[in-house]
């Protein structure tokens, strides 16, 4: 699963003080009191605003209308083409998550969204490697074409890298090691898995290092695999089973013949 990450977002040194307190309650599944921070009357605040509640959405499965409303208000808001890219990439982000999350088939929408907001953002635009990334969410779990999927987050994963953008980096390394697992390639795997936890794990990303901790699982033997499950567990209780998907993904797969 994916989130929003965005330019100065207090994950880093120097970053503005009301970004890094967003961050410190998002990292801690706290959305809505993160959302509560910021200017409600301003487009980028609007916008940020809404991507924080579609996140909440996507780890909690609740919260959906909150997020409608805060999407309509940065959609009413945005007044540059920039500005309404990045609100149609938030209403393609919530559309994924309700069709992935079964409450309701929002494919279509989602693809209309985030096409829109491919022709709002320029490709050197600092919300072009999002996008980029939630368009190989869309290829590789609504489509169901892990080749496009690769090739969005490639260039999402080089675009983050080029613009030090380490928390999407985090997100790019752990789906570029699905793929490859999925391919068979271990090694691989193993190691964007391993990028991956390390940079929630040094960013204190309290809430996505649980779902790092089992992708890692994933592509480990045991008895570490157990270890990492073991891990995830504990900081999936602590935060009071958020993200809620992960649940399923805490006892290792069925053996089979």
């Known amino acids: 699963m994916a ?8 994950t880093t040194a120097g970053d503005d003080p009301l970004q890094t307190a967003v961050w ?8 809505a009191d993160a959302a509560a921070l910021l200017p409600p009357d ?36 945005a007044h540059t083409d920039e500005e309404r890219g990045a609100a149609a990439c938030e209403r393609g982000h919530l559309a994924y998550a309700a069709t992935v999350h079964g409450v309701r088939d929002r494919a279509d929408e989602a693809r209309a969204a985030l096409g829109r907001a491919a022709a709002l ?10 996008l980029d990334f939630r368009r190989g969410l869309l290829a590789e779990n609504l489509t169901r074409s892990p080749q496009a999927a690769r090739a969005a987050y ?34 691989e795997a193993r190691h964007g898995f391993a990028e991956s936890l390390r940079i929630r794990e040094e960013l204190g990303y309290l809430v996505g290092t649980a779902p790092a901790l089992v992708s890692l ?12 499950r073991e ?16 649940a399923r993904h805490l006892t290792p797969p069925a053996a089979t013949a």
């Open 42 to 77: 301003s487009a980028a605040g609007a916008v940020q605003r809404a991507a924080l509640l579609v996140e909440r959405c996507l780890y909690t499965e609740r919260g959906w209308q909150e997020a409608e409303d805060a999407l309509r208000t940065a959609e009413a808001l």
């Open 121 to 130: 953002i320029p490709p050197d635009a600092a919300g072009r490697p999002l």
């Open 3 to 10: 989130h929003s990450a965005m330019s100065g977002n207090g």
């Open 24 to 31: 410190r309650l998002r990292s801690r599944a706290c959305w």
């Open 154 to 187: 490639r260039r999402a994963h080089t675009a983050a890298e080029a613009r030090s953008d380490v928390l999407l980096l985090s997100f790019t390394w752990r789906h570029l090691a699905g793929l490859a697992l999925r391919d068979g390639d271990i090694t």
């Open 217 to 228: 699982a994933d592509a480990e033997s045991e008895p570490e695999a157990s270890r990492l």
């Open 231 to 246: 891990e995830a567990g504990r900081l999936f209780r602590l935060l009071g089973g958020v993200p809620t998907w992960l």
